[in-house]
Each structure stands twice: as C-alpha cells, then as structure tokens.
T-cell receptor, first 113, second 117 residues
Framework: AQSVTQLGSHVSVSEGALVLLRCNYS??????LFWYVQYPNQGLQLLLK??????LVKGINGFEAEFKKSETSFHLTKPSAHMSDAAEYFC???????????FGSGTKLNVKP | SAVISQKPSRDICQRGTSLTIQCQVD?????MFWYRQQPGQSLTLIAT?????????ESGFVIDKFPISRPNLTFSTLTVSNMSPEDSSIYLC??????????????FGEGSRLTVL
C-alpha cells in the first residue's frame, strides 16, 4: 500500500523567506511522487513530479523538490516566498502504472507581508 | 493540458435526494477518477471510472451510494444517492493519460461543491 504524510497542516512564512513543506512517503516499491497546489475555490494544479529520473525536480513558480530514498521524503521548497504562493499544497503518490493517486492531508501556506 | 468541465459547479440539495455530477473532458483519456474533498480535509479517492464496465471503488465507498458511469473515453458521471448532510463536500473529477499528453500527470476539474441540508 502507498501513502504520503504531510507534516504541518499550516505553515506561515514571511514574504521573501524560504518555503519548506514536508512530505514523507510509504511504499513497498519506489513510488512516483507529486506536489499539487490548490488556490482558493479552484481545482488542483500540478507543481512538479518525480518519476525516477533526476532526484531534484524543478517545477513551476520557482518550486523544487528532492526525492531522498534514504529518508523516504519528497519535501517541497522555494527559496523566496511570494504573496501569490499562499495556497494549499498537497503531496501525492502513485505506483508506476499510475492506476491510482493518493493524496496527503495538505498544508496551507500563509505568506505574511 | 486537458480541459475538464464539471457540472454543476455547486448545488444545495435536500436530505434524501440524489444528485448527478457530470465530467466532460475535451480529449480522450485513459483513466478517470472521482475524489471527495470534505471541508478542511484532503482528497479521498472514491473510485476509478472504467469505460464500459463497473467502476472500481475504494474501501468505504459502494456502488449503491455512489453509482458511476463512463460510457466513453471523455465523459463520466458520479451520482450521490440518498444524500445526508455528511455528504456535503467538494467532488472532483480527475483524469490521467491524455492522448499525446505528459506521463504521470493527473488533471483536475474545478470541482462540484455540494451542500446537503
């Protein structure tokens, strides 16, 4: 069975500060991992994905994530937060056949001016 | 990317009634899924909509409560039957496997916000 755990349901950072959103996965085989963002009253949008190529993955809007097998982690980072980054972020996992995607509990990012 | 249209975008329903949500994609897709996002919570997979056959339900979800149809590669419906206030939620259609599209990307509709009184 596959699952992801997101630590911290709410994260608050100042504009210009580092953003770090944590995600750990559980899987019997190396999974595929994803980060999605959901802006208020909108659907989910893919930020980035890891599908067993490079372990450091760059996504849209300056976000990146690093797959660390030894730590079973896939944390999302951005060097400098912008007000427009305020949203809810979901980590997700799937198997290699992409037949199911499972989502973490989500982390709401608040960016203070 | 895919354009996914869900109808209705929101509705207010009475207890005991049923509501059918439609999901239309602008291109053929391999897989279609239905998720539920309850207030303040994450996405929970309800079922995989299989073209021309019965949907595959996740643990805790049953066909009698959430009948699903998928008559072709671009359209699916989810019915929420005999609704109760606990069914108040956002229901999201998602798709995977666009013809000629990127591998490993799940696309989402904007959701159908259901309130049951």
């Amino acid at each position: 069975a596959q699952s992801v755990t997101q630590l911290g349901s709410h994260v608050s950072v100042s504009e210009g500060a580092l953003v770090l959103l944590r995600c750990n996965y559980s899987s019997s085989v190396p999974p595929y991992l994803f980060w999605y963002v959901q802006y208020p009253n909108q659907g989910l949008q893919l930020l980035l994905k890891y599908t067993s190529a490079a372990t450091l993955v760059k996504g849209i809007n300056g976000f990146e994530a690093e797959f660390k097998k030894s730590e079973t982690s896939f944390h999302l980072t951005k060097p400098s937060a912008h007000m427009s980054d305020a949203a809810e972020y979901f980590c997700a996992v799937s198997g290699h056949n992409f037949n199911k995607f499972y989502f973490g509990s989500g982390t709401k990012l608040n960016v203070k001016p | 990317s895919a354009v996914i249209s869900q109808k209705p975008s929101r509705d207010i329903c009475q207890r005991g009634t049923s509501l059918t949500i439609q999901c239309q994609v602008d291109s053929q897709v391999t897989m279609m899924f239905w998720y539920r996002q309850q207030p303040g919570q994450s996405l929970t997979l309800i079922a995989t909509a299989n073209q021309g056959s019965e949907a595959t339900y996740e643990s805790g979800f049953v066909i009698d409560k959430f009948p699903i149809s998928r008559p072709n590669l671009t359209f699916s419906t989810l019915t929420v039957s005999n609704m109760s206030p606990e069914d108040s939620s956002i229901y999201l259609c998602s798709v995977y496997g666009l013809a000629g599209g990127p591998t490993g990307e799940l696309f989402f509709g904007e959701g159908s916000r259901l309130t049951v009184l």
